[in-house]
C-alpha cells in the first residue's frame, strides 16, 4: 500500500533550538519528495524537492535528507523562529500518484 | 502571494446542493492540480489538468467533476453535497506537465467549503 508516514505527530519547542522531523515512505514507483510549510488556513508552501540521486536539498533554515535505500527522509530545522510554527507535510510522488502523509505540527514557544 | 487565485474563499451550502469552486493559474503554468483537505484525512489529491487534457485523478469521488478551460482558468464542481464534503479546497498551478515533474507546486489560498 503506498502510504507516507510522519513523526512525531505534534512538537514543541523553544524558539532557537533545533528540530529534526521524520518522514518514511513506502510509494512506490518513486519519483520526488517534497516538504511543504503549511500556516493553520493557508495553502502549503514548497521548502524541498528531492529525487532520489539528491541526499541532501537546502532552503536556508530548512535542510532535507532523503535515504532513497531506506525510504526515509527528514527535515531539520534551524535556530527555529516563532514564525517556524505551522504544519510541515511530507509528499512523495510517482507515476501517476500524490500522497501526502499526514503532518507534523511544530510549535514554537517564545 | 503564490499568484495562484481561488474563488470563493469561503462558501456555505445545504447537503444535496451543487456548487463550483474556481482556480486561476499562476501566469504561465499549464498545469492545474486539486486537493482536498479535510480535519480527518489530510491533504488529498483529486485530479490534475495539464494545458485543458485530464492528465490524472485520485481519490475524487464521481459527484465531483473538474475542467480547465483554453484561458488555463480550472472549474471543480462539486454536486449533490453531503456533509463530509465539508473541506478546505486547494488548487495547486505548476509549470510541469506530468505529476512527477520537479516543478515546483504553488498552492492557492484555497476554498472552504461547509455543507450544513
Known amino acids: 500500500k503506498n502510504q507516507v508516514e510522519q513523526s512525531p505527530q505534534s512538537l514543541i519547542i523553544l524558539e532557537g533550538k533545533n528540530c529534526t522531523l521524520q518522514?518514511?515512505?513506502?510509494?512506490?514507483?518513486?519519483?520526488?519528495l517534497r516538504w511543504y510549510k503549511q500556516d493553520t488556513g493557508r495553502g502549503p508552501v514548497s521548502l524541498t524537492i528531492?529525487?532520489?540521486?539528491?541526499n541532501t536539498k537546502s532552503n536556508g533554515r530548512y535542510t532535507a535528507t532523503l535515504d532513497a535505500d531506506t525510504k526515509q527522509s527528514s527535515l531539520h530545522i534551524t535556530a527555529s523562529q516563532l514564525s517556524d510554527s505551522a504544519s510541515y507535510i511530507c509528499?512523495?510522488?510517482?507515476?501517476?500518484?500524490?500522497?501526502f502523509g499526514k503532518g507534523t505540527r511544530l510549535h514554537i514557544l517564545p | 502571494d503564490s499568484g495562484v487565485t481561488q474563488t470563493p474563499k469561503h462558501l456555505i451550502t445545504a447537503t444535496g446542493q451543487r456548487v463550483t469552486l474556481r482556480c486561476s493559474p499562476r501566469?504561465?503554468?499549464?498545469?492545474v492540480y486539486w486537493y482536498q483537505q479535510s480535519l480527518d484525512q489530510g491533504l488529498q489529491f483529486l485530479i490534475h489538468?495539464?494545458?485543458?487534457?485530464?492528465?490524472a485523478k485520485g481519490n475524487i469521488l464521481e459527484r465531483f467533476s473538474a475542467q480547465q478551460f483554453p484561458d488555463l482558468h480550472s472549474e471543480l464542481n462539486l454536486s449533490s453535497l453531503e456533509l463530509g464534503d465539508s473541506a478546505l479546497y486547494f488548487c495547486?498551478?505548476?509549470?510541469?506537465?506530468?505529476?512527477?515533474?520537479?516543478?515546483?507546486?504553488?498552492f492557492g489560498p484555497g476554498t472552504r467549503l461547509t455543507v450544513l
Open positions: 495547486a498551478s505548476s509549470a510541469g506537465q506530468g505529476m512527477s515533474s520537479y516543478n515546483e507546486q504553488f
Open positions: 518522514c518514511n515512505y513506502t510509494v512506490s514507483p518513486f519519483s520526488n
Open positions: 528531492m529525487t532520489f540521486s539528491e
Open positions: 509528499v512523495v510522488t510517482g507515476g501517476d500518484k500524490i500522497i
Open positions: 501566469s504561465g503554468d499549464l498545469s
Open positions: 489538468y495539464y494545458n485543458g487534457e485530464e492528465r
